[in-house]
């Protein structure tokens, strides 16, 4: 006769099996095709970068060909559709920036751009801080002081971007609008010519990337004010926060995540989320995010589905209240 603490332990081992069945069957169903990562940008930079360790890394463990195919082009959305129409089977994914996924469905709406609709979140992968600063010879040396340069003279006080509705140009409306004054926004064709024109005294401000900030911020060419993101960044650690600088409610971080195409198994969505914890948390891997300015950032599937749809819902007023189109 079986005690029912034997009955509790026996119901605890079948309750275990059917999902340990799963993800056996689930690597298994990855282990049996070749792997395509597409990158909806050109080589170099976050993106490339995230999805070449992730390709490396499958391919050491399913023992299959793993390729990165840079797709740029329309905004991403070349390698978007790609991998839209692709077979739902875990072997084709897309890696991409926050920017893409929560801002350009409500910039473009042309464009047919429906993420949670075509596609299964994988996982978020990294993350970067943004930053708010200036040219060295700007006599800001605060987000008040910034504020109040801006007050005394409205639209006098512009900021560079990589261009219309980035998240960065995002990022410079909210401030803006929660400090209440005008920053005349400078759009550019990339993040390079709008540093070159801070660094030059042509334009006195940007929000960018800490990644490519940071090495102006080290020589004193850069002057950085605040970060964008809800805590301060390690690699800046006496910056504040807007927050703490005196604008709450922002918490603006360029992140970069994966996805499969829809109708991809559970099974299969859930093996891979847990193989790109594992290849991201690899010490080597951590020392090259770690040279692009990036922290791994892992929220897994459903969560990933929640945060998606969370920004996309805090960008869609900004974009429609400012009136802000693609250009």
């Known amino acids: 006769m079986i005690s029912s603490l034997s009955r509790l332990a026996l119901a605890a081992i079948v309750t275990l099996v059917p999902p ?18 597409v990158a909806p940008f050109p080589p170099g930079g976050p993106v490339d970068t995230l999805a070449r360790m992730l390709a490396d890394g499958l391919a050491a463990q399913y023992k299959q060909t793993a390729i990165v195919e840079n797709k740029p082009g329309a905004a991403g959305n070349i390698g978007i559709d790609q991998v839209k129409r692709s077979q739902p089977t875990g072997h084709t994914l897309l890696v991409i920036p926050a920017g893409n996924l929560t ?51 409205p639209n ?52 960018g990337n800490l990644p490519a900030l940071l090495p102006h911020i080290q020589s004193g060419k850069l002057r950085p004010l605040a970060v964008t993101d809800a805590t301060r ?33 559970p099974a299969v969505v859930e093996q891979l989320s847990r193989d790109f914890a594992r290849i991201l948390n690899q010490p080597a891997n951590q020392a090259r995010l770690q040279l692009q300015g990036l922290q791994t950032w892992l929220v897994p599937t459903s969560a990933f589905g929640d945060l998606i749809k969370k920004e996309t819902a805090t ?5 429609r209240s400012r009136k802000i189109e693609a250009q």
């Open 20 to 37: 340990l069945a799963q993800a056996q069957d689930a690597a298994a169903q990855l282990a049996a095709k070749p792997f395509t990562l």
């Open 103 to 153: 801002i350009n469905p409500t910039l473009m709406p042309n464009a047919g751009l429906n993420i949670l609709g075509d596609f299964a979140p994988v996982s978020s992968l990294a993350r970067a801080s943004n930053v708010v600063a200036v040219n060295a010879a700007v006599p800001a040396k605060n987000i008040a002081e910034l504020v109040a340069m801006a007050k005394g003279k």
């Open 156 to 207: 006098s006080v512009s900021y560079a971007t990589p261009g219309v509705g980035s998240q960065l140009h995002l990022a410079g409306e909210l401030l803006g609008q929660q400090s209440g004054v005008d920053f005349l926004h400078v759009a550019y064709k990339g993040s390079g010519p709008g540093l070159n024109d801070v660094l030059g005294g042509t334009v006195p401000m940007i929000i």
């Open 233 to 265: 960044d390690p690699q800046l650690p006496q910056v504040p926060t807007l927050a703490e600088a005196g604008v709450p409610g922002i918490a603006v971080t360029s992140w970069y995540g994966v996805l499969a195409p829809k109708g991809t198994p």
């Open 315 to 319: 960008w869609a007023p900004i974009i």
